[in-house]
């Protein structure tokens, strides 16, 4: 498979890969509250932000688990939704169907990539209607090889969590993607932890799963900040998805590790500054390294000298600006008579030379 990764939507095409500007994620998730016209509002906000796509989560709470309330069913400690059952959790995070096609619309009409990640076969099938030209996979859906097959056949490029999963569990949901006609791939390093820490990302990873795996690779960030996925970048990620919200403040279950507009505009800008400064390998001058050359160093004549007087370390000295012989030539100057009288400060030239 080619390391790079084609998607498209109506009117639009994106090339992701290294050579290319970083794929940049807007994860709405559940930060819509339920409303409709606040998913409109992150939508328009994340284009603004200068994000390149956002993206959905597609289930119900039925499609995803039942409703139960025995002990493997409950949350438990250590996470920011303890005490709540899985169903209560996806009801209350999920996003209603019948709003996708409008949000693709408005995510279109703004410029945006839309794209969802689903997690049963009815969601594919309801993507597959709606249009979808390319799909997600969560890290937790990494080991349902039914569903990658389902997704696969769709023939569509896929962007994979791969949070939690072994090498090898990686490695078999990549054969299973690529056997079962899914045209391009992209990895994302994901620590599944919510909010997780910088100590737990090892972001070395990312380079680590392109080499391995031949593709793009790229991180789905859930710490807080932007400081990990900047570095991500550094590291050679092509894809950085991060969780999006309006106001940390509102109600939801991934608000609290979710970017503010302000932050996530000042994420994608060091991100962009980044790529700048990555550049390529060259020991070129810049334009700006050519202006200040003038100030390395190089010989010049440091006290006034008669004709015929011996070049010495009192009267000849490396120092800036670099308008003289280069340094390197200060034993063969050492010794030679000076065939004219010289005023001090005069840069050395051969033709000052006995």
Same mark, same amino acid.
């Given at each position: 498979?080619?390391?790079?990764?084609?998607?498209?939507?109506?009117?639009?095409?994106?090339?992701?890969?290294?050579?290319?500007?970083?794929?940049?994620?807007?994860?709405? %998730?559940?930060?819509?509250?339920?409303?409709?016209?606040?998913?409109?509002?992150?939508?328009?906000?994340?284009?603004?932000?200068?994000?390149?796509?956002?993206?959905?989560?597609?289930?119900?709470?039925?499609?995803?688990?039942?409703?139960?309330?025995?002990?493997?069913?409950?949350?438990?400690?250590?996470?920011?939704?303890?005490? !709540?059952?899985?169903?209560?959790?996806?009801?209350?995070?999920?996003? +209603?169907?019948?709003?996708?096609?409008?949000?693709?619309?408005?995510?279109?009409?703004?410029?945006?990539?839309?794209? %969802?990640? +689903?997690?049963?076969?009815?969601?594919?099938?309801?993507?597959?209607?709606?249009?979808?030209?390319?799909? !997600?996979?969560? %890290?937790?859906?990494?080991?349902?090889?039914?569903?990658?097959?389902?997704?696969?056949?769709?023939?569509?490029?896929?962007?994979?969590?791969?949070?939690?999963?072994?090498?090898?569990?990686?490695?078999?949901?990549?054969?299973?993607?690529?056997?079962?006609?899914?045209?391009?791939?992209?990895?994302?390093?994901?620590?599944?932890?919510?909010?997780?820490?910088?100590?737990?990302?090892?972001?070395?990873?990312? +380079?680590?799963?392109?080499?391995?795996?031949?593709?793009?690779?790229?991180?789905?960030?859930?710490?807080?900040?932007?400081?990990?996925?900047?570095?991500?970048?550094?590291?050679?990620?092509?894809?950085?998805?991060?969780?999006?919200?309006?106001?940390?403040?509102?109600?939801?279950?991934?608000?609290?590790?979710?970017?503010?507009?302000?932050?996530?505009?000042?994420?994608?800008?060091?991100?962009?500054?980044?790529?700048?400064?990555?550049?390529?390998?060259?020991?070129?001058?810049?334009?700006?390294? !050519?202006?200040?050359?003038?100030?390395?160093?190089?010989?010049? &004549? &440091?006290?006034?000298?008669?004709?015929?007087?011996?070049?010495?370390?009192?009267?000849?000295?490396?120092?800036?600006?670099?308008?003289?012989?280069?340094?390197?030539?200060?034993?063969? &100057?050492?010794?030679?008579?000076?065939?004219? +009288?010289?005023?001090?400060?005069?840069?050395?030239?051969?033709?000052?030379?006995?």
């Amino acid at each position: 498979m080619e390391n790079s990764l084609n998607i498209s939507t109506p009117g639009k095409t994106c090339r992701i890969g290294h050579g290319h500007p970083t794929f940049i994620i807007a994860e709405m %998730s559940a930060n819509h509250g339920q409303s409709i016209q606040k998913a409109k509002e992150i939508i328009a906000k994340a284009a603004q932000c200068g994000a390149d796509a956002i993206k959905l989560q597609t289930y119900t709470p039925d499609t995803i688990t039942i409703d139960c309330h025995t002990g493997p069913f409950m949350i438990g400690k250590g996470t920011i939704w303890e005490g !709540k059952n899985l169903y209560e959790l996806y009801e209350e995070a999920q996003t +209603p169907w019948e709003w996708h096609a409008e949000l693709k619309t408005e995510a279109e009409r703004q410029g945006l990539f839309f794209f %969802s990640t +689903p997690f049963d076969h009815s969601a594919v099938d309801f993507l597959e209607n709606l249009g979808i030209g390319f799909y !997600k996979v969560s %890290s937790f859906e990494i080991i349902d090889v039914p569903l990658l097959k389902r997704i696969a056949a769709t023939g569509k490029p896929v962007i994979m969590s791969t949070g939690m999963a072994s090498l090898a569990e990686i490695d078999k949901a990549v054969q299973t993607l690529n056997s079962g006609g899914c045209p391009g791939l992209a990895l994302l390093k994901c620590t599944s932890a919510y909010p997780a820490s910088p100590e737990e990302m090892n972001l070395k990873t990312i +380079p680590h799963l392109a080499e391995a795996f031949g593709v793009p690779a790229g991180l789905s960030d859930h710490t807080l900040g932007f400081a990990v996925p900047v570095a991500a970048v550094a590291l050679g990620a092509c894809i950085i998805e991060k969780h999006f919200t309006l106001s940390r403040t509102g109600p939801g279950p991934d608000s609290a590790f979710s970017l503010e507009p302000d932050e996530f505009k000042a994420m994608v800008h060091a991100i962009r500054e980044t790529e700048k400064a990555l550049g390529c390998v060259s020991y070129a001058l810049t334009p700006g390294e !050519k202006a200040g050359k003038v100030f390395r160093r190089s010989l010049f &004549v &440091v006290r006034d000298m008669a004709a015929g007087e011996s070049f010495t370390p009192q009267t000849v000295r490396s120092i800036r600006p670099g308008h003289g012989l280069d340094p390197e030539y200060y034993d063969i &100057v050492l010794g030679k008579k000076c065939i004219r +009288p010289v005023k001090r400060g005069t840069p050395m030239s051969w033709d000052l030379l006995g």
